[in-house]
Each structure stands twice: as structure tokens, then as C-alpha cells.
């Protein structure tokens, strides 16, 4: 059992926000798999404060999804302030500020991985959202901007404001998500925090999530680039801890199946047009175990009918089943 702040996680395993990707559709269906705790998309201060379209949909729950966390993208005291009044009232478990968003247009106005560069400012901010909210607060964070030698003290500040977690990605913001993790650099931050640590980076399978608690101590992992297309890894993680069996990978049918149910959620989220331009990635990224599929891929593209995606499913079905021989 895993306590995160109010939350107890019987697997240690958590869906971080995915700018683009964690809408519902994506985290119903992980849900399903063995994922017990998800973020929303990360959500701009401002765009919630000026109640945008694309805000509203992004902030689109359901009470079966509860727990659920939400991120926070913002460096100006206000915006987050009135971001923090705005959701007050709805039952998020956690309320975590990005340190950690390396993109441009982000890092540009001093939000995200930026914020690594003023520590002062991000443990300002960080006591201001403990002080204004009513559930415990976490902080996502980078290694540091280009160097990871302030990371612990940047973590220990975090700590001090009275966040309750911090989650870290095991990179710099100048690497991007280029270079190995830096076991090591999340490991000095475990031994000197009393709070949960959560790291991530890398973890494609329940080998490299199980390497990530063996070489760092972190207390729980956050799946992303590893849960694109492959919603059994949270199952398959959790396996692999408690029993340490590697569990099979989900056959044809399974695949073709769950295929046809995310594309249901997210039509159905979405509405027919719009829910089958969101599935079109994630369509590829579920046929990249078919061998003899890549031809076909760059038709996905081309759908625009769910009828025609479903045709198309069946086609790599016979692929799959081909592949197997």
C-alpha cells in the first residue's frame, strides 16, 4: 500500500498529465488496466482563469475516475492564486505546480522547467498554494535547468514550503528527453526528503520501472511515454513488484479489442469526427508490435470514417495473427 498525501494506492504507480493525450478516453481506459490514480492534462493558470474552450474540455471528469490530481502551469502569484479559487470546490486529491515543462513557449515566460532557474520564486509560489488549498499540494521538477548540483536543495525548499510530494523527472531541462536518467541525481533527493518521491523517465516496462525503484529508493514511478498504446503495463508492473513475474504481452485479439473500446471512449467523448482524429495516434502506437504494419500505418492518416478505422483494425488484426506464425 502506497499513501500519497489522503490517496492510498494499492500499486505504486501513477498516469502524470500528457499535454494532448491524457483527456478522459485516456485515463478511462488505463483505469481499466490497473491504473488507480491519474492527472488531468496540465492546465495553464491563466487559460483557467479566463475560462477558455479548450480549458473546460480538458477540466471534462468523472466521479468513477476519482482520485484524481491536477497540474498547474503558472509563475505569476495572481493567475495562480485565482487559478486555486477557481477549482476549490471541485474534488481533486492533489494540486501539483510544473517545474519540470521544458518547451519554449512554456520556459519563455518563466513557467515549467524555468522556474528551476529562481528558486526563490518557486518556494514563494509553493507556500502561496499551500496557504490557498485544502488538499495536499506536490511540485513536478526537473534535475535542474542545465545542471542537476541544486536539485536536492531546490526539492528540500519544496519540502520546506509544505508540499506533500515531489515528482521528478530524471533529466535536466537543457536534455530534454535525450540521455540516460539519472539514477543516481533522483537518489541523493530521496535520502534527503522525508516525502514521497515519485520519479520518472524512461519507464517502457515493468523492468525498467522496477530498475527505477531498485537504483533511486523513489517510493512510487509515474508511466508516460510508456503508457502510449500499452495500457497493460500498469498491470504488468504491479506484477512484477509483488511477484516479480514478467507478465505475457497482450495477444492480437486483446489488442485489437481494446483498440476498438478506446476508440469508443474517445468518440464518445468527442463526438464520431473529432474522436477519431484524437485515436489516430494512439492507433499507431498500439500497432507498432505488428511486424509486417508498416506499410498499412500510413493510411491511419488517412481515415475518416470510425467504419474505416475499424476495417483498419481488422487488417492489422490478420497482420498480427500472421506475424505469429
Same mark, same amino acid.
Given at each position: 500500500?502506497?499513501? *500519497?498525501?489522503?490517496?492510498? =494506492?494499492?500499486?505504486?504507480?501513477?498516469?502524470?498529465? =500528457?499535454?494532448?493525450?491524457?483527456?478522459?478516453?485516456?485515463?478511462?481506459?488505463?483505469?481499466?488496466?490497473?491504473?488507480?490514480? %491519474?492527472?488531468?492534462?496540465?492546465?495553464?493558470?491563466?487559460?483557467?482563469?479566463? /475560462?477558455?474552450?479548450?480549458?473546460?474540455?480538458?477540466?471534462?471528469?468523472?466521479?468513477?475516475?476519482?482520485?484524481?490530481?491536477?497540474? *498547474?502551469?503558472?509563475?505569476?502569484?495572481?493567475?495562480? =492564486?485565482?487559478? *486555486?479559487?477557481?477549482?476549490?470546490?471541485?474534488?481533486? /486529491?492533489?494540486?501539483?505546480?510544473?517545474?519540470?515543462?521544458?518547451?519554449?513557449? @512554456?520556459? /519563455?515566460?518563466?513557467? &515549467?522547467?524555468?522556474?528551476?532557474?529562481?528558486?526563490?520564486?518557486?518556494?514563494?509560489?509553493?507556500?502561496?498554494? @499551500?496557504?490557498?488549498?485544502?488538499?495536499? @499540494?506536490? =511540485?513536478?521538477?526537473?534535475?535542474?535547468?542545465?545542471?542537476?548540483?541544486?536539485? %536536492?536543495?531546490?526539492?528540500?525548499?519544496?519540502?520546506?514550503?509544505?508540499?506533500?510530494? $515531489?515528482?521528478?523527472? &530524471?533529466?535536466?531541462?537543457?536534455?530534454?528527453?535525450?540521455?540516460? @536518467?539519472?539514477?543516481?541525481?533522483?537518489?541523493? $533527493?530521496?535520502?534527503?526528503?522525508?516525502?514521497?518521491?515519485?520519479? /520518472?523517465?524512461?519507464?517502457?516496462?515493468?523492468?525498467?520501472?522496477? +530498475?527505477?525503484?531498485?537504483?533511486? &529508493?523513489?517510493?512510487?514511478?509515474?508511466?508516460?511515454?510508456?503508457?502510449?498504446?500499452?495500457?497493460?503495463?500498469?498491470?504488468?508492473?504491479?506484477?512484477?513488484?509483488?511477484?516479480?513475474?514478467?507478465? +505475457?504481452?497482450?495477444?492480437?485479439?486483446?489488442?485489437?479489442?481494446?483498440?476498438?473500446?478506446?476508440?469508443?471512449?474517445?468518440?464518445?467523448?468527442?463526438? %464520431?469526427?473529432?474522436?477519431?482524429?484524437?485515436?489516430?495516434?494512439?492507433?499507431?502506437?498500439?500497432?507498432?508490435?505488428?511486424? &509486417?504494419?508498416?506499410?498499412?500505418?500510413?493510411?491511419?492518416?488517412?481515415?475518416?470514417?470510425? +467504419?474505416?478505422?475499424?476495417?483498419?483494425? %481488422?487488417?492489422?488484426?490478420?497482420?498480427?495473427?500472421?506475424?505469429?506464425?
Amino acid at each position: 500500500m502506497f499513501t *500519497l498525501g489522503d490517496i492510498k =494506492l494499492n500499486t505504486p504507480v501513477i498516469l502524470p498529465p =500528457l499535454a494532448g493525450i491524457s483527456s478522459y478516453p485516456f485515463r478511462a481506459l488505463n483505469r481499466k488496466f490497473g491504473c488507480e490514480f %491519474s492527472f488531468l492534462e496540465m492546465i495553464d493558470c491563466r487559460s483557467l482563469v479566463y /475560462s477558455s474552450k479548450k480549458t473546460r474540455e480538458m477540466m471534462r471528469f468523472t466521479k468513477e475516475e476519482l482520485p484524481l490530481g491536477i497540474q *498547474l502551469l503558472g509563475e505569476n502569484e495572481r493567475f495562480l =492564486l485565482k487559478a *486555486l479559487e477557481k477549482i476549490q470546490d471541485l474534488p481533486f /486529491s492533489m494540486v501539483d505546480l510544473n517545474a519540470a515543462c521544458p518547451q519554449r513557449k @512554456v520556459t /519563455s515566460r518563466g513557467a &515549467g522547467a524555468s522556474l528551476l532557474r529562481t528558486p526563490k520564486k518557486l518556494e514563494k509560489l509553493l507556500k502561496l498554494m @499551500v496557504k490557498n488549498c485544502a488538499v495536499p @499540494v506536490s =511540485l513536478k521538477m526537473r534535475l535542474g535547468w542545465n545542471d542537476a548540483s541544486r536539485a %536536492s536543495d531546490i526539492a528540500s525548499s519544496g519540502q520546506d514550503a509544505g508540499i506533500k510530494a $515531489i515528482f521528478i523527472h &530524471g533529466r535536466t531541462k537543457a536534455q530534454g528527453y535525450e540521455g540516460g @536518467v539519472r539514477y543516481e541525481a533522483i537518489a541523493r $533527493i530521496k535520502k534527503k526528503l522525508t516525502v514521497p518521491v515519485i520519479a /520518472s523517465g524512461d519507464i517502457l516496462n515493468a523492468g525498467l520501472a522496477k +530498475k527505477m525503484f531498485d537504483e533511486t &529508493g523513489c517510493d512510487a514511478v509515474t508511466v508516460a511515454r510508456g503508457a502510449l498504446g500499452n495500457p497493460w503495463i500498469f498491470r504488468e508492473i504491479r506484477k512484477y513488484i509483488e511477484k516479480g513475474k514478467i507478465l +505475457k504481452r497482450p495477444c492480437v485479439e486483446d489488442i485489437i479489442k481494446t483498440m476498438k473500446s478506446h476508440l469508443k471512449l474517445s468518440c464518445d467523448f468527442y463526438g %464520431s469526427k473529432r474522436g477519431l482524429a484524437h485515436f489516430k495516434k494512439f492507433f499507431i502506437w498500439y500497432t507498432r508490435p505488428f511486424k &509486417g504494419g508498416r506499410p498499412l500505418r500510413g493510411e491511419i492518416v488517412r481515415l475518416n470514417t470510425v +467504419k474505416g478505422a475499424i476495417d483498419m483494425m %481488422s487488417k492489422f488484426k490478420k497482420i498480427g495473427l500472421r506475424d505469429k506464425k
